[in-house]
């Protein structure tokens, strides 16, 4: 039991100094930008991306995505949908590493604003949804692999799809 306890009080010690080690290296808050390409079931589009955030933590960011994707989908032979979805959520990062090379996993969750248009007809709905991504800053770039879930349009369309984007941030970084 003693060594059990040696190895987490050392743990912590370690894990506090190397904390307070990187909250000296970088500043807390940063705007990430960024521009890609949305991977969907029988399609795909652009997306444009605005995310402010605050490390709340050296390792932990929280903050607010705004993206807006632009959906081109063939849902059968004869009508295609083309969707907007507009995301709004409050999102969260973890930085596995603090140096210039930081791998990052990160959740968010928010309104999942959906505008689909086909032969069908026309459609907005909002939807609450859920984000899982992984991802890459190194030095003031970064590039992220992301699975959206916003949920069904009001076509009854699955409406889930991949991300791949990369982009900047500015504001942030090394002290």
């Known amino acids: 039991m003693k060594k059990l306890s040696l190895i987490l009080v050392a743990g912590c010690i370690f894990f506090a100094t190397a904390s307070l080690n990187a909250q000296t290296e970088y500043k807390p808050f940063r705007i990430d930008l960024g ?18 955030k605050y490390a709340v933590i050296p390792q ?3 903050g607010f995505k705004f993206e807006w994707d632009f959906i081109v989908r063939d849902i059968s032979e004869h009508a295609g949908v083309g969707q907007r979805i507009d995301s709004y959520l409050v999102t969260a990062d973890y930085h596995l590493l603090t140096g210039s090379f930081r791998p990052f996993v990160g959740t968010g969750f928010g309104i999942y604003q959906i505008a689909a ?31 959206n879930l916003p949920g069904k349009d009001k076509l009854k369309n699955k409406t889930g799809f991949y991300s791949i984007t990369v982009g900047a941030y500015i504001f942030g970084g090394k002290k």
């Open 60 to 62: 932990l960011s929280v």
């Open 117 to 147: 248009a086909s032969l069908a007809g026309i459609g907005d709905k909002n939807n609450f949804g859920t984000l899982l991504r992984a991802g890459v800053d190194v030095s003031h770039f970064r590039a992220v692999f992301a699975y």
């Open 35 to 52: 521009l890609g390409y949305a991977i969907a079931d029988g399609g795909g589009g652009l997306l444009v991306n605005f995310e402010p």
